[in-house]
């Protein structure tokens, strides 16, 4: 190995354009920055949505609807669907800590028993809702409701 034979490692030189380094370079002065304006400032960063002093489109859109925070969301339950779920797995009870055991729902959901459907048997319900129709047919059929 001699000093005429040495070359740099692989993949340690870049080939590109160096920028800012004097107007011999043709690429001083401005830096390819342009003349003026926000982008040829150092720290410039563009917020997201912005469109160059134009009125954003999140700003021109009108504004519709009302979203009520206090909302109480329910997993509405009909009646068929529950005489299947007791029958697959032969419950007595249909509460909330049974479905949750079967991952048939999550932690924070809430469960609402509804009228669609017959229920044949005699289960207790301990769920957070009930609507009318539902609580009828379940105290037809000899069983009985538990809000928790």
Known sequence: ME???LKPAEGSVKNRKRIARGQGSTRGGTATRGHKG???RSGYSRKRGFEGGQMPLQRRLPKRGFKNINRVEYI???L???STLVAKHNMSE???DKLRELNI???N???KILGRGELNKSVRFVVHACSASAKEAIQ???GSIDLI
């Open 3 to 5: 000093l005429h034979n």
């Open 38 to 40: 926000a982008q040829s």
């Open 76 to 78: 509405g339950l009909n």
């Open 80 to 82: 068929d669907v529950v």
């Open 94 to 96: 249909f509460s909330f």
């Open 105 to 107: 729902v999550a932690k």
């Open 109 to 111: 959901d809430k469960i």
């Open 140 to 142: 037809n059929s000899g």
